[in-house]
């Protein structure tokens, strides 16, 4: 199936949005499971919500690298 790891979005990796929900709530980490180049030849990351590991989601990895988007969360 077309998968690949790409560079700078790997497993493991935690981002959550850079704005706050419509209700003023922080927004929830998003963690990658991986990363592949989809049929279309574009890069695409599996995420799960750290809180609710059942609530999943396919993005472009160039969506979880727009920093407009998503910021990246780092882990003391």
Do not use: C
Request: proline residues 8%; negative net charge.
């Amino acid at each position: 199936m077309f998968e690949a790891a790409i560079p700078d979005v790997n497993a493991g990796q935690r981002f959550h949005e850079a704005q706050d929900t419509l209700f003023g709530h922080p927004p929830p980490d998003w963690v990658v499971d991986d990363a592949f180049i989809g049929t279309d030849g574009k890069e695409y990351a599996r995420v799960h919500a750290a809180s609710d590991p059942h609530e999943r989601k396919t993005l472009s990895t160039a969506v979880l690298r727009d920093k407009r988007r998503f910021v990246p969360v780092n882990l003391r």
